[in-house]
């Protein structure tokens, strides 16, 4: 019984303690701050307090269609590998921002860089990449499966 009863105040703890930290960063707080002398009230259980707590600063990644810039593409196997991390260090230091992905396809070793939602993203960025580096002839913008921050 005792341990019962220690679990339902913890927990009871811990739930006005999450209402405490929801009041401060919940859209629920910012919709009753007087605006324009308007103020609007919400009536709900506490438990949704609890629900709508989410951290805004966290960045979650989610494959979907774009487009990245093919700097590299070769199938000698003999040196292709050695030549796609070359091509891919000599990028990743000229734009350490920059996502950079060596692949092997068989028989390719590839080279892509960035992630684009549309065509004209990718666009300009390759023409930034040709004039940064003329001596790469093969640049081109390809259809890939890409990682979307939001």
Do not use: C, H
Request: net charge positive; glycine share 2%.
């Amino acid at each position: 019984m005792k341990v019962k009863a220690t679990f339902i105040i913890t927990s009871l703890l811990l739930a006005v303690a999450s209402t405490l930290w929801a009041k401060e960063n919940s859209i629920i707080d910012k919709l009753q701050q007087p605006k324009n002398g308007a103020v609007v009230i919400v009536n709900q259980p506490v438990e949704f307090n609890i629900l709508l707590q989410r951290d805004t600063t966290a960045i979650e990644d989610r494959l979907t269609s774009g487009y990245r810039i093919q700097v590299f593409s070769d199938n000698m196997q003999k040196r292709a590998k050695d030549q796609a991390y070359e091509r891919a260090r000599i990028i990743q230091e000229s734009d350490p921002e920059l996502a950079t992905y060596v692949t092997f396809n068989s028989p390719f070793w590839r080279v892509r860089v960035g992630n684009y939602i549309s065509y004209e993203e990718a666009a300009v960025k390759l023409r930034e990449l040709k004039k940064q580096f003329p001596e790469i002839l093969d640049m081109r913008i390809v259809k890939d499966i890409i990682i979307e921050k939001y």
